[in-house]
């Protein structure tokens, strides 16, 4: 089995909270980078 090499969660400023939820689930000790891309409001 392929395993990551990457990890990307992406959402709107809507997703804020659950992209908080997932992050706290994953190992602290992981060994592939995680990239968090939120899209906001321009104000």
């Known amino acids: 089995m ?3 090499k ?3 969660l ?3 400023a809507g997703s804020y909270s ?3 939820e ?3 689930y ?3 000790d992981m060994s592939i980078p ?3 891309i939120l899209h906001r409001n321009a104000k």
């Open 34 to 36: 995680v990239i968090v």
């Open 18 to 20: 659950v992209l908080v």
């Open 10 to 12: 992406a959402g709107s």
């Open 22 to 24: 997932i992050l706290k």
């Open 26 to 28: 994953l190992p602290a």
């Open 2 to 4: 392929n395993h990551p």
């Open 6 to 8: 990457i990890i990307i």
